[in-house]
């Protein structure tokens, strides 16, 4: 982050992008946790531009289209570029709260604006590349990434009026463990680097997020960062859209976090599917808030 000291914090309380309601309550258990007075805290100036107001239809499906919600998100990620494109202009560290990993449509779409070559860390247990085409489930949540490449229902690739937002080779998945057929032959195709979790078991943490940072500092100027809360093992993180079993650690992630500070190179980060329905006492929030800490620097001593 070098040395800006401001957070722009924008809240996006969205479940739409998927079938399990509680994620849109994501933002609100992480300002519970005191995420606003933990910045302060630790010397940042920071800005709460609130949250954006979801409207829900009753429509469900667009059987044409065989996407769950299709204009609903179209709207949001509509707006949600439009406010990180301001908030980015006015200068600070954009800071998105989420909802569902849907939301990535939208912040992407704002942030890609500002840079030539941006980066992007998806640190996810899934890889968020299924199309219409090879969706099981037609939830959108589960093809951000793949839209904000340029693959996907057109009215969401051109969300901010131009497409793509980034490119294969400026992607690194980390923490994959759950990839649906058509997600493998995608990322085969496209030559996406993709650490999965038996690349961290195998190799360790340390060396998968040096080689990481090392294949994007090069060719990017400016990494985003996009953290799913599945990512980590459900026996620390249990109040999240989509569990899956056998992933990172607690501690993993913390060191994940404090090497992408040491680095410095990301420079927008968005924090995702937290749901506090199914979470307890608020923990899987207390993990997100603790994981930004050290990504903006945080330090024991």
């Given at each position: ?282 923990t899987t929030a207390d993990i997100a808030i603790e994981l930004v800490a050290s990504l903006l620097g945080k330090q024991l001593l």
């Amino acid at each position: 982050m070098g040395t800006k000291k401001k957070i722009s914090v924008v809240g996006v309380p969205m479940d739409l992008g998927q079938i399990r309601r509680g994620v849109d309550m994501g933002p609100s258990a992480m300002r519970y946790a005191g995420l606003l007075e933990d910045l302060k805290g630790q010397g940042f100036e920071v800005i709460d531009y609130g949250d954006l107001t979801i409207h829900r239809s009753t429509n469900g499906t667009n059987q044409e289209q065989k996407i769950r919600n299709l204009q609903e998100v179209i709207s949001v990620s509509e707006e949600l570029c439009i406010k990180l494109d301001e908030t980015i202009t006015k200068g600070g560290f954009p800071l998105v709260l989420g909802g569902d990993h849907s939301i990535s449509i939208g912040s992407i779409a704002g942030i890609a604006k500002h840079y030539q070559n941006l980066g992007v860390i998806w640190y996810d247990a899934h890889a968020d590349l299924n199309t219409v085409e090879t969706s099981p489930s037609g939830n959108i949540h589960g093809m951000p990434l793949a839209i904000n490449l340029g693959f996907g229902h057109p009215l969401l690739t051109k969300i901010g009026d131009y497409s793509p937002k980034v490119t294969p080779e400026n992607i690194v998945i980390i923490g994959a463990r759950s990839i649906d057929e058509g997600e493998r032959t995608f990322i085969q195709e496209k030559g996406i680097k993709v650490f999965t979790m038996h690349e961290i078991d195998r190799r360790g943490m340390t060396t998968v997020m040096e080689e990481a940072i090392r294949y994007l500092e090069d060719r990017t100027d400016g990494v985003h960062l996009s953290f799913d809360l599945d990512s980590i093992d459900p026996i620390y993180a249990p109040g999240v859209g989509t569990p899956v079993r056998g992933g990172v650690t607690y501690r993993e992630s913390h060191l994940a976090m404090e090497l992408l500070a040491e680095a410095d190179i990301i420079t927008s980060a968005e924090f995702v599917e937290v749901n506090p329905i199914l979470d307890d006492k608020n923990t899987t929030a207390d993990i997100a808030i603790e994981l930004v800490a050290s990504l903006l620097g945080k330090q024991l001593l």
